[in-house]
């Protein structure tokens, strides 16, 4: 069963905007504090922002002021609003659970964003 699926990734020039989305299945959604992630080249995976059941958000000094998060419950939906891109932004970002891999999350195939200056 696939749990995760994200989308929304692509090629956009240094100041502009992507949406990220996730869907969730409704067991990992509905139970769980959701999280996004990314991976750069030669890089750690490494947390970005998450998004508590309740709404609570928290994202990372890095993107901080430039990146938001979001859920939908009735879709069971996660979403990374990312502005402002910078090129370090460029890296393969996934969403799971926030740790991750609790309640049996694995890890979704991931969307490519890339960021040209």
């Known amino acids: 069963q696939v749990q995760l699926v994200e989308s929304g990734g692509g090629l956009v020039q240094a100041g502009g905007s992507l949406r990220l989305s996730c869907v969730a299945s409704?067991?990992?959604?509905?139970?769980?504090?959701m999280g996004w992630y990314r991976q750069a080249p030669g890089n750690q995976r490494e947390w970005v922002a998450s998004?508590?059941?309740?709404?609570?958000?928290d994202v990372a000094d890095s993107v901080k002021g430039r990146f938001s998060i979001a859920r939908d419950g009735a879709k069971n939906t996660v979403y990374l609003q990312m502005n402002s891109l910078k090129p370090e932004d460029t890296a393969i970002y996934y969403c799971?659970?926030?740790?991750?891999?609790?309640?049996?999350?694995?890890w979704g195939q991931g969307t490519q964003v890339t960021v040209s200056s």
């Open positions: 799971s659970t926030a740790p991750p891999g609790k309640n049996g999350a694995s």
């Open positions: 409704s067991r990992i959604f509905s139970s769980n504090v």
């Open positions: 998004i508590g059941r309740s709404g609570a958000t």
